[in-house]
């Protein structure tokens, strides 16, 4: 990282002293954590068996392959939410790769950021980080690279592994963090940073900077053959390992819930699937392998999407740590029910603001709307497993409804509750069960006052189905 500013002069130097002495380094910013069982739950209520117990109908069929297949080009093509890399054209617009970057960017023209250890960062840091981009090197007609993701690689939005945070100490949310690409992810790559060791890449999802070495360059019928094989493997664990021996004792990799992989063969005899995995030759090429995955992690083809599927997906991640765009490996709450659909083949956007277009809208909220009319409606429309609530930078799995009140299972970070004076924050930092009125009477409001809208994926009877 480039220079930071750094605190001079006797006068602070006992305080900082003294936080170095009692934090033992950089400063962290610390709230209080949350209980186990969070306020209006209880212990029963944490599994999937309770809520299919509670459902009219778990195992009806929603979506079968073909009409999950139209909603997937639908969701693609008409809605614009993902990206179709096999369709994607033979060259790009030098000005739509750089509207890309600087939208990527924008956030960061104001307001100030701190690195690591505290210390604010100059406006230096983001010029260098800017010029490594190495914006001024696109052709005004860029051929984009294929290639696939041979290790588990964040996203990025400089190319730079070093961190910004908007307050000071906040260490769990890097803002350069922009996802992160498991195994097998095909991409576009568009743009070399200007130090060699980044790209700039457009995946299925959403795009931004990833360190080449953790992808490998192929041809586009190499591409498609992976993205189309003959039948595929599902993780449905929470991760999956990948191994590269059939008695699974060279381990490769993990890759997390819903990634697909081309089947490679028959299981063997104790359930083990051979898949096929990308690696990168000295060349930085593609080359396959048959790698393995234990019985019980993944599956051979997709699952019916049924609320009872759902159900117990989510609730294979209950408690799984929570990542800020994917983060220490793990999941915030768009890629929590992003890994829960890909189960069943579908394919929503990266963010929770997209995730929300997708489906049948059931209700839209304006804001005067009383939290006792929401929770009316959401309870007498809602479809546990299926349905998703969604509230500004943040979406749930509703769940089913309890007495009246309606539940969701979600990646949360934390929520507030009301102690005397002021509001305070209680840490969950994982995927939790909760009711829609956690955060009642804090300034915020509820879960269920910030609800704006709620859809279900999808019934049948979807108008473009």
Known sequence: MAVLKKMTGKAVFLPA???FLFSCGAPEVRYERAPSLLPGTDRQMKTAGYWIG???APDRLFLDPSQIERLNRYVTEELKLTRDLLSAPEAFPREDLLSLLDED???FGQGTYYGRDGDEAEPSCLDSLDRNRNAGGLPERVVPRPALVVRFAEQRVFPSADPLYAKRGDLNFDELQMSSLDVGTPLLAVLESLDGDWVYVLDPLYRGW????????????EMERYMRPAERA????????LYLDARRTKHHEYARMGVRFPLAGDPGEDGTLPVLLPLRREDGTVSFR?????????RRGVLPLTP???LEQAFRLLDAPYGWGGMYGEQDCSRFVQEIFATAGIDLPRNSSRQSEVGLLLDKFEEDVPAGEKERIITGLAVGGIT??????HILLYTGQVDGKPYAVHGLWGYRERSLWRDRVRVTGRVVLSDLTLGRGTGKGSLLDRIVSFRVLSPIDVPYL
Do not use: Q
């Open 105 to 107: 960017a924008r956030p």
């Open 234 to 241: 599902v993780v449905t664990a929470a991760k999956a390992d």
């Open 388 to 393: 998703l609530l969604y509230m500004k930078g």
């Open 17 to 19: 002293l003294l936080f």
């Open 290 to 298: 048959e790698g393995f995955v234990s019985a019980g992690a993944a």
């Open 54 to 56: 509670r459902h009219p």
């Open 308 to 310: 009872r599927n759902m």
């Open 210 to 221: 990833v360190k080449k070495e953790n992808i490998a360059w192929c041809t586009r019928d």
